[in-house]
């Protein structure tokens, strides 16, 4: 088994803000910003991980999200994630600037065969 680390510093924007989802008024780090930022960093921390015509993709997410982060606030995501042959167990966290603990979760994933998983979807042929 290895371990893959990544921490990046994110400014939150307004288009991060709980505004873009329905939420008026709220110009704080929406949840969804959360997970999407995170699921993007495991995609680019796993990357130099794989083989040729590898990918990964998520098979499920438990996560809290106990604290604000305004607008131009910068959080901290880090991740840390266990790979176990395809499958990858992730834990994150985003840390506000005073080391309020905004959101933590756990992230599972797999490394699959990116060509056969996309024909699979319909989205390439055959």
């Known amino acids: 088994m290895r ?3 990544m921490r990046q510093f994110v400014e939150v ?16 780090l929406s ?9 993007r960093l495991c995609v680019e921390a796993l990357a130099p991980a794989l083989r040729v015509g590898e990918m990964t ?5 438990e996560m ?7 607008l131009g606030e910068l959080v901290s995501y880090d991740i840390e994630a266990a790979v176990d042959g395809r499958r990858i167990d992730v834990t994150f966290t985003v840390t506000s600037s005073d080391q309020t603990v905004i959101s933590r979760g756990r992230h599972s994933r797999a490394t ?5 998983f996309k024909q699979k979807l319909g989205l390439i042929p055959d």
Request: with cysteine; aromatic share 2%.
């Open 112 to 116: 699959v065969d990116a060509r056969r």
């Open 57 to 61: 993709v998520g098979t499920g997410v």
């Open 13 to 28: 924007r307004p288009e991060d803000c709980a505004t873009q989802w329905g939420n008026d008024g709220l110009d704080v």
């Open 3 to 5: 371990t893959v680390q």
């Open 31 to 39: 949840t969804p910003t959360i997970l999407g930022t995170m699921e």
């Open 64 to 70: 809290s999200h106990t604290a604000a982060a305004l």
